[in-house]
Structures are given as structure tokens and as C-alpha cells.
């Protein structure tokens, strides 16, 4: 099966904090996406990487950074939080026309 | 740009009851289309699919059928039951779900016993 792990389930930052968000596939998948939810709202794009060091901006990515490094590894930054960034942040890869999400990290800023 | 619209929630049924969520897109050229579930605490699984017009995605009950005269693809289960309490989003993608997905706003089914 295929696996993508995010880092922390639960984060609860600062207000100015550079904070990362990890995750890893296992499935040597060419592309790597991250996503927040928010009630009412549904899924809207941050970033997302075609391939190691490449990277296209999504809907929103105001706020947020992204580095890939590694073709297993996908990192969304937040260079200085702030309070409208408390969301579930998910991040997906994709292989055979399916795009697979890892269980979401629940970030809190306060 | 592309859009997916979605019935919204809360949807309340009773176990066995039929269920229907709405969906309709608008796309340009052919999108493929894709219904997800998230269930309580977990990320999102993909539920069924279809990549071209009429073609029916079906799974675990649900079925959905690619309709592109009316740019829809409702998401229909014969029978819910209480394990199908979830919310449910629907989605396209340009190329087939390996490029970026465009999401509907998510409709969330709690079944009762």
C-alpha cells in the first residue's frame, strides 16, 4: 500500500514562528502536493513539485514556502505564522492517476 | 477556471436509506472526475473515479456516472449504513489525477442507526 506520513498530527505554534511541515511517500511518486483545509471551504492548493527542486505555486500560496530536496520528501514552511494559518494542512502524491493523502497535520496558532 | 460544485451538508439519513450528493463542474476540455471520503480524524481516500464521458466509477456501493451533457457526476448509494458516516468531496483533475486536483467545498453524511 501506498504510505504518505506527515510529521505531527497536532502543532500548536506562536504568532512570528517559522514552523515546517514534513512529509514522506513511499512510493517513489514524481509528484508531491500540500493542501489546507478549512470548514466551508474545502481543499484549496498551496504548492505543489513536479520533481526534486522544482516547484509551482498553487491557489494560495501567500505565506507559505515549499523545498524538495528528495523525491521521497515534500516540506511546506511557514516563514513567520500567523493566526489566519490555523488550518489542516494535507499533503498528497500521485501515482497511477490517483492521488494519495496523508492522514493531515492540525496546525493551531495562537 | 475550473470549479467543482457540490450539494451542501449536513446530510442526515437513516441506516438503509438511499443517498444522493450533488455534484456538477465546469471544466474546460475533459476533466476526469473523482469522489473522495474523509472519515472522522483521517486524511482523504479516494472512493471511485471516472475518466471519460458515461463511464460509471463505483466502490464499496457508491456509484457515480460521468455525465457531460449536464457536467455532472452525483455520487449514489443504494443502502448507507452507519461505518459510511464521513464527509464526502468531490473533485476534478485535467490529467487524469496525476496533476492538480480542484475540489468541491465537501458535503458531510452522518447516518443513524
Known amino acids: 500500500d501506498v504510505k504518505v506520513t506527515q510529521s505531527s498530527r497536532y502543532l500548536v505554534k506562536r504568532t512570528g514562528e517559522k514552523v515546517f511541515l514534513e512529509c514522506v511517500q513511499d512510493m517513489d511518486h514524481e509528484n508531491m502536493f500540500w493542501y489546507r483545509q478549512d470548514p466551508g471551504l474545502g481543499l484549496r492548493l498551496i504548492y505543489f513539485s513536479y520533481d526534486v527542486k522544482m516547484k509551482e505555486k498553487g491557489d494560495i500560496p501567500e505565506g507559505y514556502s515549499v523545498s524538495r530536496e528528495k523525491k521521497e520528501r515534500f516540506s511546506l514552511i511557514l516563514e513567520s505564522a500567523s493566526t489566519n494559518q490555523t488550518s489542516m494542512y494535507l499533503c498528497?502524491?500521485?501515482?497511477?492517476?490517483?492521488?494519495?493523502f496523508g492522514p493531515g497535520t492540525r496546525l493551531t496558532v495562537l | 477556471g475550473d470549479s467543482v460544485t457540490q450539494m451542501e451538508g449536513p446530510v442526515t439519513l437513516s441506516e438503509e436509506a438511499f443517498l444522493t450528493i450533488n455534484c456538477t463542474y465546469t471544466a474546460t476540455g475533459y476533466p476526469s472526475l473523482f469522489w473522495y471520503v474523509q472519515y472522522p480524524g483521517e486524511g482523504l481516500q479516494l472512493l471511485l473515479k471516472?475518466?471519460?464521458?458515461?463511464d460509471k466509477g463505483s466502490n464499496k456501493g457508491f456509484e457515480a456516472t460521468y455525465r457531460k451533457e449536464t457536467t455532472s457526476f452525483h455520487l449514489e448509494k443504494g443502502s448507507v449504513q452507519v461505518s459510511d458516516s464521513a464527509v464526502y468531496f468531490c473533485a476534478l483533475s485535467d490529467r487524469g489525477g496525476s496533476e492538480k486536483l480542484v475540489f468541491g467545498k465537501g458535503t458531510k453524511l452522518t447516518v443513524n442507526p
Open positions: 471516472a475518466t471519460k464521458a458515461d
Open positions: 498528497a502524491s500521485t501515482g497511477a492517476d490517483t492521488q494519495y
